[in-house]
């Protein structure tokens, strides 16, 4: 089966400039999360979407990050204006449902983020 | 107290040795307990899972050893390869939301 397409692969910007990054999920999975990873740190959860609605974005910086997944497939996370601090590489997953036992998150390569 | 301690941030281990990477968590309502192998430029794929019912999961080469009452648990390789070197991630589950460690690189010599 194919896995999580992310796109692009690379970005940079400049800060003060805004980023948009797509996910396309596994087919049939109706979860998908979007993670920052920082350089030398494990991924951190974003947002969290459950078909086409919110579950969890108490970690979104809601003044810069926005994201959606219309239609429940596809998503895209866009960040305006970035901050230097944004630069990072951002992780889609995605699972059959909630991340219950089973219910394995499969990640997408990420999109490595550097804002100068 | 949503934190998961992992360590250490490296490790070198000759080919044929034993890798061992240790997670701890302070927050007993965590119920799945995964490790995450992560090669440079591709994402986290699981590679071994445990449930606290359980105090040892072994698949192939890999085994976890989880302590509950400690709050600890780790990630043992046996017989490590070069092909293991990659960064490994520890996490933990609570309400469906996965906790990462900081991830451990693993690198191992011929």
């Known amino acids: 089966e194919a896995g999580v397409a992310q796109s692009p692969r690379y970005k940079i910007i400049e800060k003060r400039q805004s980023v948009a990054f797509w996910c396309n999920p596994i087919s049939g999975h109706a979860t998908l999360y979007w993670y920052q990873q920082i350089l030398g740190q494990g991924p951190k959860l974003l947002i969290q979407f459950q078909n086409n609605g919110v579950v969890d974005d108490s970690q979104l910086p809601k003044d810069r990050f926005s994201a959606e997944r219309l239609k429940g497939v596809d998503s895209t996370l866009k960040i305006q204006p970035a901050k230097l601090e944004d630069s990072a590489v951002y992780l889609c997953a995605s699972s059959l449902g909630l991340a219950g036992v089973g219910y394995e998150q499969y990640f997408g390569p990420g999109t490595r983020l550097t804002v100068t | 107290q949503q934190q998961v301690k992992q360590s250490p941030q490296s490790l070198i281990v000759q080919k044929g040795g034993i890798s061992i990477i240790n997670c701890a968590y302070e927050n007993t309502a965590f119920d799945y307990f995964p490790w995450y192998q992560q090669f440079p430029g591709k994402g986290p794929a699981l590679l071994i899972a445990?449930?606290?019912?359980?105090s040892e999961k072994k698949e192939g080469r890999f085994t976890i050893s989880f302590n509950k009452s400690a709050k600890q648990f780790s990630l043992h390789i046996m017989d490590s390869q070069p092909g293991d070197s990659a960064t490994y991630f520890c996490a933990a589950r609570n309400t469906d939301k996965l906790i990462f460690g900081t991830g451990t690189r693993l690198q191992v010599f011929p």
């Open positions: 445990i449930r606290p019912d359980v």
